[in-house]
């Protein structure tokens, strides 16, 4: 009874996916990072996976991995651009013969840099796919789950999304209406016998981290971020998976006012991402207002 005990309390924590949810799982941006990681681990409990991205010869490069180390579950992969209304409707209309009863909108676009300099086509794109296409998806297949009296929806935000993070201001806000929008809809559907959650983890080394990984920022590792949020569904509606991002969370919501998490967050981002001030495109007007004004009339200070 004590090993039982003990099992429970630091073993691998079962989580009965497929008993408590159906037997398919949606992952956007399965195909690598933290999508792949939640597809592969879906996989281990038994549920069929349908993983999305754009390029398909990487999710059929990703889908062989999972069958090779899970050969009695399904994958299938559609490539869909989540970006546009036409990749949603895509994407929903693949899964029209399987009841999803796991949704997983990870997919999503980094941008950072000045937000003024972003390239609008960039800036339309991730706000489509990081705020419009989690949305429509959590609404589609949640209304499916709420007829069904069952389901799971688990959203992926940032640690970056609660707070003011200068050069990320476009992602933050989009990460910030994913947070928002999953607690919100955790307390909404839980009545109806959907879970729902928020993966919020910190610096995960895949792709997206790339600038950070580069000058030996510390990371997470996209399996256990996959599995922090898989195992808080039903549990509770925000996972942070380390202990050290719950702390700075902590820190940046509760403790500190804003304008000092706006301040060291902009500190250390122009470091890592070498970020130029003034911008080249606000030099010359920088360097304008510095400069002492010969029309204003007077003499300038020190210049006599
Ligand atoms: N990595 C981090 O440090 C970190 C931290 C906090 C939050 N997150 C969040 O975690 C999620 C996953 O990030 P990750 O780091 O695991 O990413 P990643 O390894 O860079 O993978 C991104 C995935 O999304 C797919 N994707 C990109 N654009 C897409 C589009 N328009 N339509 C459909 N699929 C698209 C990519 O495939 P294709 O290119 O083939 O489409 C790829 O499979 C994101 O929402 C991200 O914001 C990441």
Redesign the pocket.
């Known amino acids: 009874m004590l090993a039982s005990l003990w099992a429970r309390l630091v073993g691998p924590r079962e989580l009965r996916l497929r008993a408590r949810y159906g037997d398919w799982a949606l992952v956007?941006?399965?195909?690598?990072?933290?999508?792949?990681a939640c597809a592969e681990q879906l996989a281990a409990e038994g549920v069929n996976v349908l993983i999305?991205?754009?390029?398909q010869s990487?999710?059929d490069a990703a889908a062989a991995a999972i069958k090779d180390a899970h050969p009695r579950v399904q994958v299938r992969t559609v490539a869909?651009?989540?970006?546009e209304q036409a990749?949603v409707d895509a994407l929903i209309a693949a899964t029209k013969d399987v009841e999803v009863g796991i949704v997983v909108p990870?997919?999503?676009?980094?941008l950072h840099g000045w937000f003024v300099d972003s390239d609008a086509d960039e800036l339309r794109?991730m706000l489509f796919?990081?705020v419009a296409s989690p949305a429509l998806l959590s609404r589609h297949f949640g209304r499916r789950m709420a007829e069904r009296g069952r389901g799971a929806i688990l959203l992926?935000?940032?640690?970056?999304g609660l707070a003011p993070g200068p050069y990320f201001a476009g992602?933050a806000a989009t990460?910030s209406f994913v947070a928002t929008l999953g607690e919100t809809l955790s307390a909404e559907m839980a009545p109806l016998g959907v879970d729902v959650s928020v993966l919020v983890?910190?610096?995960?080394?895949?792709?997206?981290?790339t600038p950070?990984l580069e000058v030996g920022v510390p990371?997470d590792s996209?399996e256990h971020a996959a599995r922090c949020g898989l195992c808080a569904l039903g549990r509770k509606p925000l996972a942070i998976p380390l202990v050290t991002y719950r702390l700075s969370v902590l820190l940046q919501a509760h403790v500190l006012p804003r304008f000092v998490t706006a301040a060291a967050y902009r500190l250390i981002v122009e470091k890592v991402l070498r970020i130029e001030r003034p911008p080249p495109f606000a030099a010359s007007a920088v360097a304008a207002a510095a400069k002492p004004r010969s029309d204003a009339g007077g003499t300038p200070a020190g210049d006599s």
């Open positions: 956007t941006g399965g195909h690598s990072g933290i999508g792949f999305c991205a754009r390029t990487k999710l869909a651009d989540c970006s990749g990870d997919a999503g676009l980094f794109r796919l990081n992926v935000s940032s640690v970056i992602y990460k983890p910190g610096l995960t080394r895949t792709e997206m981290a950070f990371a996209p």
